[in-house]
């Protein structure tokens, strides 16, 4: 079985893959201070309790957004799995080329997303990942990653709500009934989840007509991803493991060759 790691800002999310079957999921938060040994109890007690044994973990690859985990992470692969994982980054065969300005200044996490739906919905593909931050990328036909937009994520616009204003509390993100809102939680609401899709149907819109193909397909993933793309009229698919499908086949196009050796911070 393999074993796909992606580390982002907020949650580190496990999979598990017996060949293109996701037969297990679970995260934990994303902190900086865990040490190897927490992190390998944490892994093998999960697997465990998915009825995975340790032993049946016979790869691994990880994507990072967090160097400073990657030391114990990566420590824990080889020191309680056995297995010494495959990093996606420079020299790993990933099947799309990038012609931005600057490939390196890509992050994996836009690379698997990229990967992932131009491998399985094909190209030109318009792919969002609603995480901390927002992202949005294109794949063309010829499976080129040629354009990417950032944008804060809606649990950040949150966040500075909360945390920036003297009198606004700390709400669930949810849609509210009306936009019309009337009190302070619901116009909280209203603002952060009706602004969210309004952005996302603007950008959608505004690169798919400097891309010049207004009917490219729009994939979308991420955990919020399904509360915006059920009021997006712009998203065709909402495909909630899209990031764990991207690393599994990024795995199967470099597993005949050895990981490569990474410093990473302690």
């Known amino acids: 079985m393999l074993l796909v790691v992606d580390v982002g800002n907020t949650n580190i999310t496990f999979g598990v893959f017996n060949g293109k079957d996701l037969v ?66 420079p020299g790993i065969k990933t099947g799309i080329s990038i012609i931005t300005e600057n490939p390196r200044e890509i992050g994996p996490d836009l690379i698997v997303d990229a990967v992932a739906g131009y491998e399985l919905y094909g190209g030109p593909v318009l792919v969002i990942d609603f995480g901390t931050a927002t992202t949005y990328e294109i794949v063309n036909a010829k499976g080129e990653f040629c354009a990417g937009v950032v944008s804060p994520g809606i649990r950040i616009s949150a966040k500075a709500l909360w945390e920036d204003t003297a009198k606004l509390p700390e709400i ?41 193909d207004p009917n490219m397909k729009v994939i979308a993933t991420g955990g ?26 990024i795995y199967e196009k470099n ?5 490569k050796t990474v410093k990473f911070e302690d």
Not at 231 to 244: A, C, G, H, K, W
């Open 172 to 212: 669930e993100i949810k849609k509210p009934k009306t936009i019309l809102a009337q009190e302070t939680v619901s116009s909280m609401q209203a603002g952060l989840v009706f602004g969210q899709i309004g952005q996302t149907n603007y950008i959608v819109d505004q690169m798919k007509k400097e891309f010049g």
């Open 224 to 249: 919020l991803g399904r509360l915006i793309s059920d009021e997006s009229d712009r998203i065709d698919v909402y495909d909630p493991n899209l990031t764990l499908k991207g690393l599994r086949i």
């Open 255 to 259: 597993k005949k060759t050895k990981p």
């Open 24 to 89: 297990a999921s679970f995260r934990m938060m994303a902190k900086t201070g865990h040490t190897s040994d927490e992190y390998g109890v944490y892994e093998i007690a999960m697997l465990e309790a998915q009825g995975i044994k340790k032993e049946e973990i016979d790869g691994i690859i990880i994507a990072s957004v967090v160097p400073k985990v990657m030391h114990s992470l990566v420590s824990s692969c080889i020191k309680y799995l056995g297995q010494k994982p495959y990093i996606v980054g």
